[in-house]
């Protein structure tokens, strides 16, 4: 009998061990789950934003600065079993034996809960930075991580700005659903292959007086040249005082030029001097007379949400109209033919893909996606919008924790 119960019970634990294995709390496990859910749930809050820009309603973005989550584990004698769960996935696992209406087996119970907070971007910080232009800087650091050209000024310029002399200025204006779009794109190109970009500068500006190396030790220690290097100072001797030292700081600043390539000759006899990154210093008076002066007007991150809700809505309407950025050197072509290879951005309406990259329902009960096949350069363009995003999350603008806590679980 004794013989028989515990073979029983050996047959019961190995049970339960392969029954229980996949609601095992597992850190790892839980943690990568977490990720990819999180990770979707940004992706899915940027497109119903864009879908909101498109139908002109308010934004709002969610952020959830943590998350908090428990497992357990715990052995207990009962009576009875039970299994129960929801669909397909095991919640509980209640096994027990009964032997002659007396034995009593082991019982082990699983289970795990998280809580989240969710906090709201709408606030004044926040906003402030997301209605603001976006810097040079940002453009420039895009440049460097190998962003298609063409995609990048299409997201951040607003328009282009034709100066000569005092006459009105020819505004080329970003502009998805102008009839006029296609003289933007026109220029946009063209200004790209006569190598417009933004590009860094660095000048030394001088910190404070003349200083000695006695002086330098007494306010910095004798490590004075790590402290100071440390903080992007620079210490230079001054070579006409002995032991005398001019500490300088790097000043960064950005600008919008053409660099020297293939149809250089053929951008200077069109733009003035001031245009390229290196200026040819004028022989005669009077060089850059009729010439163009170029000014280029950067969005906001609130306007790039705006352009690209215009995108979701044109292409949906009808006719449809898809815009697409080729490579530099081919044609555009904006028609809305099945292949969007090059478009910006792909969002279907009311129309499911076999696999999408992303899915939300608006107000109304339409539902946008972004399929993730044959999307273009959608994927990017989310990417990007994210990063600028994230950009406007300063301190100040993300609300102390927890905001709104939710708390779920299963036991």
Known sequence: MI???????????????????PITPDFSGMSSKYALILEQYQINGLLLNIVR??????????????????????ISPSLGASFYGIGNTLANATPSLYLGGTTVLPMATFGNSFNFSQSSLDNATFTKGFLSNIPLEVMQYFSRHHIPKELMF??????FEYRVGDAPPTVYTNDAASPDYPKFQEQMYKLLNYGLLAVSYSSEIKDGEEITGVQLKKQYGDQYEDVLRNRGVEI???????????????NNFYRLCMKEGKYTEQARAEFSSETFCKVKVAKTNGIDAGK????????????????????????????????????????VDAKADGNNEFAVLVVNKNKDAERNFAKVESLNGDSYSIPDTGAGYSSLVINLVSQLLTLNKVPGSIPNSPAVLIQGGKN
């Open 3 to 21: 013989a028989s119960i515990k073979r029983v019970m050996l047959l019961c634990l190995v049970f339960l061990s392969a029954c229980t294995t």
């Open 53 to 74: 820009a498109g139908n002109n309603r308010p934004l709002s973005f969610l952020d959830i600065p943590n998350i908090t989550g428990t497992g357990s584990v715990s």
């Open 154 to 159: 299409t997201l951040l310029v607003d328009s």
């Open 236 to 250: 230079k001797s001054v070579s006409n005082k002995h032991g005398s030292y001019q500490l300088f700081k790097r």
């Open 292 to 331: 163009i002066n170029l000014q280029v007007n950067l969005r906001s991150t609130f306007d790039i949400f705006m352009f690209l809700g215009q995108l979701v809505r044109i292409q949906n309407a009808s006719p449809p109209l898809m815009i697409k950025v080729p490579p530099i050197g081919e044609a």
